[in-house]
């Protein structure tokens, strides 16, 4: 729910004592004219501000928005200015003999037919006195300037630049590949500590439809999409494992089927497979000869 829909009610209580935990937090919020206690919220906030700044931000904190209004509104304002820099970036200078004894019309209408002329088309005509100047303004770091500003935005939003803008990182050695590492890590944080909320609020969403089931359990989407290739090696992986806990006698052949079934991210999710009598005896058999060499 976003906050301009909320309007915190704040009690005597919640502003008398300092050293209460409570302090500056209200125990009630308004929503369209119902009053609400804070048990019913979780409050996600970017950026926390000290208690006496409280009140001004609705006793919340600094929005997301907010926070990156300033840099996204300086890469902009960069970006239009290295539109004109390109425009602009040839300064002309042109020596006319006797310019301060000529008439003002006449020096004009030289100037407007330079200007008109000015490109890989035109011709200028001067006489042999006159000089010519042209001075460029080198654009070799222009891009990298302009790109650096929105970069500057990624990082406030904490999302890599590669993936917020979809552009190539600028900068010295710059990959991305320690942003995006980054990235994920704070992903993984954030599920982290919203699975125990997430398995409290379904465990009363269910006790109010008369369902009593406490075996919730919160599935993530992986964060980080592997290739083909990577899913062949996660599956070698994981079968060499089997295979070594097989052999070990820790797990049962039974025990790695379940664990196949009702993995996921295995090719054999939610696939029946029935060990014959014939396979049961021989594993039986491989296990016992283990075991005794292990006694042995």
């Known amino acids: 729910m976003d906050l301009s829909f909320v309007t915190p009610e ?5 502003i008398q004592n300092p050293a209460s ?9 308004n929503i369209k004219g119902k009053r609400y206690h804070k048990s019913h919220f979780v409050k996600l906030v970017h950026n926390e501000v000290t208690d006496l700044l409280k009140p001004l931000y609705n006793y919340f904190g600094i929005s997301i928005t907010e926070d990156v209004y300033n840099q996204v509104f300086q ?19 042109m020596g006319i003999s006797e310019f301060y004894t000529m008439d003002n019309h006449i020096l004009d209408s030289l100037v407007d037919d330079f200007i008109e002329k000015r490109d890989n088309f035109g011709l200028n005509l001067t006489d042999s006195s006159s000089t010519f100047f042209s001075n460029d303004t080198g654009l070799a770091d222009l891009d990298i300037t302009v790109m650096t500003q929105y970069q500057l935005v990624a990082s406030i939003a904490e999302i890599p630049a590669t993936k917020l803008l979809g552009t190539s990182p600028k900068g010295f050695n710059a ?5 995006y590492k980054t990235y994920i890590q704070n992903l993984e ?6 699975t125990p909320v997430l398995e409290t609020m379904y465990k009363v969403l269910l006790r109010n439809l008369d369902i009593v089931d406490d075996n ?19 599956d070698l992986i994981k079968a060499q494992t089997d295979d070594i806990k097989l052999n ?7 025990a790695i089927i379940e664990l196949n079934k009702n993995d996921k991210e295995s090719r054999y999710y939610k696939v029946d497979v029935e060990l014959s009598d014939d396979l049961d005896l021989d594993l039986d058999l491989d296990l016992d000869l283990n075991n005794e060499n292990k006694i042995n």
């Open 248 to 254: 070990n006698g820790t797990l049962s052949p039974v």
């Open 21 to 29: 935990m409570n302090y500056y937090e209200p125990t009630f919020y």
């Open 189 to 194: 944080s954030i599920q982290k500590k919203a």
């Open 216 to 234: 919730i359990g919160i599935q993530w989407e992986g964060l980080d999409s592997p290739t083909i290739k990577e899913w062949a090696d996660i």
């Open 75 to 93: 890469a902009e304002d960069m970006s239009r200015e290295a539109v004109k820099i390109a425009k602009s970036k040839r300064f002309l200078s």
């Open 10 to 14: 704040v009690l005597v209580r919640d």
């Open 175 to 179: 990959t991305g590949e320690f942003e």
